[in-house]
T-cell receptor, first 114, second 113 residues
Framework: DQQVKQNSPSLSVQEGRISILNCDYTNSMFDYFLWYKKYPAEGPTFLISISSIKDKNEDGRFTVFLNKSAKHLSLHIVPSQPGDSAVYFCAASRGGEYGNKLVFGAGTILRVKS | DGGITQSPKYLFRKEGQNVTLSCEQNLNHDAMYWYRQDPGQGLRLIYYSQIVNDFQKGDIAEGYSVSREKKESFPLTVTSAQKNPTAFYLC????????????FGPGTRLTVT
């Protein structure tokens, strides 16, 4: 049972345009969400997170939006740069006693073309 | 420089042998984790530890064992009972204390033939 789903295996975007990566979840108990970026043969790097009490969090070129009623979150990258080409994972946590456990989606490969 | 180190980067073993993957952190984090990543899949949790001398099974613990004798170290042993051990293994740590962000090491690629 996949509780966190990234339905787009890949996304291709022109440099300078917006990249939108999507993530859906099924467990309504999730209350904290994170995005990670991963290059091949390296560990994931934490990008940005959002608590369920918010609907938006911004950090430089990266913005995460959360729609709790739709159980959907998205990561916007503006403007996209060639160095953003990587695999992006969303992850979710239930918090509380489960706070240490993250459930990851399968990832979306982003290619930014110059 | 604070961080998480995993060694070695690449590891080759024969089928039937146990192998131990190293993970060390100097971030003073309470919690540590082991994940495996297979092609086209997300990260799956093998084991995690919230405090020294304590650890819990994750979603795919069968065929693996861990220890947490020191705060800085969380080695993972892949035993011969693990049916598909070839994978990319990632170690992570987090502050704990209500903070959810996990920080990852560079990973170890294990190939068993």
């Amino acid at each position: 049972d996949q509780q966190v789903k990234q339905n787009s295996p890949s996304l291709s975007v022109q440099e300078g345009r917006i990249s939108i990566l999507n993530c859906d979840y099924t467990n309504s108990m999730f209350d904290y969400f994170l995005w990670y970026k991963k290059y091949p043969a390296e560990g994931p790097t934490f990008l940005i997170s959002i608590s369920s009490i918010k609907d938006k969090n911004e950090d430089g070129r990266f913005t995460v939006f959360l729609n709790k009623s739709a159980k959907h979150l998205s990561l916007h990258i503006v403007p996209s740069q060639p160095g953003d080409s990587a695999v992006y994972f969303c992850a979710a946590s239930r918090g509380g006693e489960y706070g240490n456990k993250l459930v990851f989606g399968a990832g979306t490969i982003l290619r930014v073309k110059s | 420089d604070g961080g998480i180190t995993q060694s070695p980067k690449y590891l080759f073993r024969k089928e039937g042998q146990n192998v131990t993957l190293s993970c060390e952190q100097n971030l003073n984090h309470d919690a540590m984790y082991w994940y495996r990543q297979d092609p086209g899949q997300g990260l799956r949790l093998i084991y995690y530890s919230q405090i020294v001398n304590d650890f819990q099974k994750g979603d795919i613990a069968e065929g693996y064992s861990v220890s947490r004798e020191k705060k800085e170290s969380f080695p993972l042993t892949v035993t011969s009972a693990q049916k598909n051990p070839t994978a990319f293994y990632l170690c992570a740590s987090s502050i704990g204390q209500g903070r959810y962000e996990q920080y990852f090491g560079p990973g170890t690629r294990l190939t068993v033939t």
